[in-house]
């Protein structure tokens, strides 16, 4: 039986939006606050092979804020799903980026899953890929 307790399904909305906030900052030490830091964390970046652990994933994100000037998410089409400590987020991201100088509009369609842990929801996994 799925959770949609409304405290719950705000919760998981608001772990989600701490992501973005992390990514259109560029900031390492935010995204690592939303992370689960374990060996079970899992990140495909679009294009990417996956990156499974959070050392290789801080890496990830290290290279594409190091290289970014400007990385900004609308978030739209938001489907949330709880069930148990686990709470799934997809959507499509409109991000609008400036990279090593060249500025781009673009779409993904995203996956983000999050744990409750004893500091609170953890992202898990973030699966994005081309489209939107």
Known sequence: ML????????EIRAANQRFYDAFN?????RMEEVWETSARALCVHPGW??????????ESWERIFDNANLMQFSVRYLNL??????????????VTSVVQGR?????????NIFARTAD???MIAHHAS???
């Open 130 to 132: 081309p489209g939107g």
């Open 81 to 94: 799903v709880v069930q148990g400590d686990f709470g799934c987020v997809t959507c499509v991201e409109g």
């Open 3 to 10: 959770n949609e307790e409304p405290e719950i399904v705000e």
């Open 103 to 111: 500025a781009a509009n673009f779409s993904t369609f995203a996956t």
């Open 49 to 58: 092979t996956p990156l499974v652990g959070w050392p290789i994933i801080r």
């Open 25 to 29: 900052t560029l900031s390492i030490q």
């Open 120 to 122: 609170g929801w953890k």
